[in-house]
């Protein structure tokens, strides 16, 4: 990684990669609930697809991250673009539930490897100065591609069935594949040769990242039980319809997009740990303040808000990763951060269908946000504002917060 000179095709490239990725994941996956729901298999079904969808990726994470780091991202990107775009194609022409469930399995495999292989390579395309504005680049496509697939799924499976949407995923991941071939920056083994020794990585080593990794999987516990709480809030609780329930799902995703738009241009200097915690504690606060309303549309402005902040934390994790984790660790450093936020995301899954049953719903949106505050202002006391210290030799620039022990 030379942090000297940007490439910024390259940056567009990946970010194009990652939008396509995304798209396909959740074109498939959407497409595919809805398969298993029309056909009439009941929630265990589709909880499996959503497990299926998700486990991989947190369990093998400490597998794919020596991966990225020592295989040739190019030949990554190649390959498992490929191997994905097999995969959806016989999800295609796949009806037996437990068959759909393995193969999604095997299709998140691949995204286990394509996130920290994507996640990795941008730092090495760009300036350090440059860092923020190309992670705003890349979350954003990411997020157009997470805006565009859901409703694009629901259409095409009213108007031509699923088959058509899952050729279409598969369609993008051999997209993916191509785009592997364009990007000019690469890491790994180029050679063939014997690879070097790997540069030793463990994620508790880094205080500020150990700090910021749990703060983060302990508010998207909470806000991805929510994503099972706030149908039953929105469409019973505040008895809304489903085109307002659309709008309200979507309005999220824009808050993202939104920030990632305006905030990838900001100066590096304001992204710290600190920085972190007070964007989850907006995000929950946010949450926590939609719990009181008593129409659906103040949710809106709300959840916007919300993602905004969202938004401006993917920037901020990104880049503190990449700034405090020598280039050669980068594949394993987000491919383990990713994994424990994945895992958390999980967790909060499948706590949220019991409580779900037991509770009603605007209690259960309160306590979520409620515990996301309580969790982000939990590690305040952790950080500490004495001078950093000086970063060790050869581990490139650093992006440095100070953490009490």
């Known amino acids: 990684m030379s942090f000297t000179t940007s490439r910024w095709p390259d940056v567009h490239l990946a970010a194009a990669g990652r939008g396509i990725s995304v798209c396909g994941d959740l074109l498939a996956a959407t497409t595919l609930a809805l398969v298993l729901q029309e056909s009439g298999h009941g929630g265990l ?21 020596r991966l990225v780091d020592r295989a040739d991202s190019r030949t990554l990107m190649v390959v498992v673009g ?21 193969l999604v399995a ?13 996640a990795a390579l941008v730092p090495g395309m760009v300036s350090e100065a440059d860092l923020p504005r190309a992670s705003g680049i890349v979350q954003t496509a990411s997020q157009v591609g997470m805006l565009a697939a859901p409703a694009l799924a629901g259409i095409l499976v009213g ?15 051999l997209g993916l594949s191509g785009i592997g071939l364009l990007i000019r920056t690469r890491r790994g083994n180029l050679t063939g040769a014997d690879p070097l020794p790997a540069v030793p990585f463990r994620l508790r080593d880094d205080r500020v990242l150990t700090v910021m ?13 929510i994503n099972v709480f706030e149908v039953f809030f929105i469409r019973d609780t505040l008895g809304a319809s489903t085109t307002v329930y659309g709008f309200v799902m979507a309005s999220w995703t824009v808050g993202m997009l939104t920030a990632s738009l305006t905030l990838g241009r900001s100066a590096r200097r304001w992204i710290t740990l600190r920085t972190v915690l007070v964007l ?47 280039p050669a660790a980068h594949g394993r450093a987000f491919a383990a951060t990713t994994a424990i936020v994945q895992g958390a995301g ?35 006391p952790l950080v500490r504002s004495e001078p950093p210290a000086a ?4 581990s490139g620039p650093e992006i440095r917060d100070n953490v009490a022990a």
């Open 280 to 326: 989850l504690t907006a995000t929950c606060l946010m949450v926590l303040a939609g719990a009181t309303v008593r129409s659906a549309g103040w949710l809106i402005p709300l959840w916007i808000l919300g993602g905004a902040a969202n938004g401006a934390l993917n920037i901020c994790t990104t880049v503190l990763i990449a700034g405090r984790v020598r």
């Open 106 to 118: 095997l299709l998140a495999c691949g995204v286990a490897v394509v996130q920290p292989t994507i």
């Open 346 to 380: 999980l967790t909060g899954l499948l706590v949220a269908g019991p409580l779900a049953e037991g509770f009603e719903p605007r209690a259960l949106v309160a306590g979520a946000g409620a515990a996301g505050v309580l969790a982000a202002l939990a590690c305040l």
């Open 213 to 225: 990794t749990v703060a983060v999987a302990a508010v998207v516990a909470g806000v991805s039980a």
């Open 391 to 394: 970063p060790p030799t050869g």
């Open 45 to 65: 079904a589709v909880s499996g697809l959503l497990v299926a969808a998700s486990l991989p990726i947190a369990v093998l994470a400490p597998l794919t991250g």
């Open 159 to 173: 108007q031509a069935g699923p088959r058509v949407p899952l050729l279409l995923a598969a369609a993008a991941y």
């Open 82 to 102: 490929l191997a994905q775009t097999a995969l959806c194609a016989a999800l295609a022409f796949t009806a037996h539930p437990a068959l759909i469930i393995a």
